[in-house]
């Protein structure tokens, strides 16, 4: 079992819709995760941290963290064609070093 | 405020060469990091320093790979001789540490170096 699993996708959705990116991990202790955005051959780009269970707003982003479930979201609302890319999870767990999953490719749609 | 910069962006090397890359992490950040994708694979740590210590190596594949942080600032990793393993992406990333308050573990990642090894 991966440390960290997320969908490979790609998850297509039109534009306007809300995308929702899932991750799930499978170290209790994990404290924070992170959710990346990498365009193609470029750095990931960190877009929203969270550390406590609920749910943690940002603009058009929506990060939900539930621990008991070991389940970690990423929502887009109002998706455009611009928000296309890979999203990457990334998980804490005690020790600063970052495990990430393989990344989700979103395909917004005109 | 300048990001991460990596140096030199892509690196084309024969097996059993040597090569070095080059992390400038944010000025003030006192966490640097490496990290490497292999093609279809997920982003792997490597290691960690704070300021010029390595706080944790346990990602590093081999002693073909050495590290350092001479002085706190800038980073090298070598990696002497190169296999065709060594392929991949290699990313450094910083972030603040204790004194950047609750942002102590965001972690900013630079383009990246694409090593590719013949």
């Known amino acids: 079992q991966k440390e960290v699993e997320q969908n490979s996708g790609p998850l297509s959705v039109p534009e306007g819709a809300i995308a929702s990116l899932n991750c799930t991990y499978s170290d209790r202790g994990s404290q924070s995760f992170f959710w990346y955005r990498q365009y193609s051959g470029k750095s990931p780009e960190l877009i929203m941290f969270?550390?406590?269970?609920g749910d943690k707003e940002d603009g058009r982003f929506t990060a939900q963290l539930n621990k008991a479930s070991q389940y970690v979201s990423l929502l887009i609302r109002d998706s455009q064609p611009s928000d296309s890319a890979t999203y990457l999870c990334?998980?804490?767990?005690?020790?600063?070093?970052?495990?990430f999953g393989t990344g989700t490719r979103l395909l917004v749609s005109p | 405020e300048a990001g991460v910069t990596q140096f030199p962006s892509h690196s084309v090397i024969e097996k059993g060469q040597t090569v070095t890359l080059r992390c400038d992490p944010i000025?003030?950040?006192?966490?640097l990091y490496w990290y490497r994708r292999v093609m279809g694979k997920e982003i792997k740590f490597l290691l960690h320093f704070v300021k010029e210590s390595k706080q944790d190596e346990s990602g590093m594949p081999n002693n073909r790979f050495l590290a350092e942080r001479t002085g706190g600032t800038y980073s090298t990793l070598k990696v002497q001789p190169a296999e065709l393993e060594d392929s991949g992406v290699y990313f450094c990333?910083?972030?603040?540490?204790?004194?950047?308050?609750?942002?102590?573990?965001?972690?900013?990642f630079g383009p990246g170096t694409r090593l590719t090894v013949l």
């Open positions: 969270i550390y406590s269970n």
């Open positions: 990334a998980v804490n767990t005690g020790f600063q070093k970052l495990v």
């Open positions: 000025s003030g950040h006192d966490n």
């Open positions: 990333a910083s972030s603040p540490g204790l004194a950047g308050g609750p942002s102590y573990n965001e972690q900013f």
